[in-house]
């Protein structure tokens, strides 16, 4: 894949770029399939935190460079390390380990195992090209994965069993199917697709978007009557914003709005 214009930046394994008010964040290990090693690891901490730090940047494309999105952990470095329990910084569990309130889009090409299926599963949108291969495949290797527990919330229970059971891979449009991912679309067009989702997020008040993502993640956890109640509190701040009045007016005077994200 190739990369998006604009300022670059990152170190390691992990490339960092801003375009339009979108963050590109790349997985750039492409010789291992974008294993997850520890440089790459802690690319990434380094990487969502200039995400949440950079006001140029409303939405984040996590994508990777070379023949695969990701591989999954790197096994070679687990047995040289002789790692048991991951520790909880090993890898940025979004919204869990690292609280992401801008959204963030998975693109996903090639391989998505293992910890490449968790960095699909934690973004907020996902979409992969139709040779996409996913699958949560530690049972083949006695490895564990806590950080599947989210699993049954985006898809059928029991679709989420045969797939942590077998540790089989399974096809984008079994994904799709599934409701794992939004899009699925030819491999050649999958980074114009892309960059074309993401422009449409970045392009709305951003303060609205992240209430949303707010939103639903908060009624994951919660009743029906106590996710209203929660979802009135995080609009609140919304409402009363200068955004709030700008929309309206823009809509008016028929003009594109002008966020001021406040």
Partial sequence: MTRA?????????????????????????????NALNAQLRAGLWEAFARLNDDESAQVAVLRGAGPAFCAGGDLKEMVETGMAVPPPDYLPYLNRTIDVPKPVLAVVHGVAFGGGFLLAQMADLCIAADDAVFGITEARWGRGAPWAAPLPWLIP????????????????????????????????????????????????????????????????????????????????????SADAQEGPRAFRERRPPRWQGS
Avoid: C, H
């Fill in 5 to 33: 214009e604009g300022s670059d930046g990152g170190s390691g394994a992990v490339r960092y770029s801003v375009d339009s008010g979108v963050a590109w964040i790349t997985l750039d290990r492409p010789e291992a399939r």
């Fill in 157 to 240: 229970p029991r679709a989420a069993m045969e797939i942590l059971l077998t540790g089989e891979p399974f096809s984008a449009a079994r994904a799709y199917e599934l409701g794992l991912l939004n899009r699925v679309v030819p491999a050649e067009q999958l980074e114009q697709a892309a960059a074309a989702l993401a422009a449409v997020v970045a392009a709305n008040a951003p303060l609205t978007v992240r209430a949303g993502k707010a939103m639903v993640l908060a009624s994951a956890e919660l009743g029906w009557r106590a996710a209203l109640d929660r979802a009135d509190e995080i609009f609140e701040p919304v409402y009363l």
